[in-house]
């Protein structure tokens, strides 16, 4: 049973633009199918068996977003 896809795509922009896009809940939607819906607290995920809610998320302190792996 295959579980997962792992894709990938080129994306021209600098990668603090993608990562601060990528980092904003409310964004998931946007960039991957699985996700109903999100926001800062909570995240709706579709999934074959059924809808997932999730909540009491944590946000990570500013100092540690984006840093940059050097990857």
Known sequence: MKTHDVQSVAIAKPSRIVFDFIAEPSNLPKWTNAFKRADAETAELVTPG??????????LPAASRGQSTGR
């Open 50 to 59: 059924g809808a997932v809610r999730r909540s009491g998320f944590k946000p």
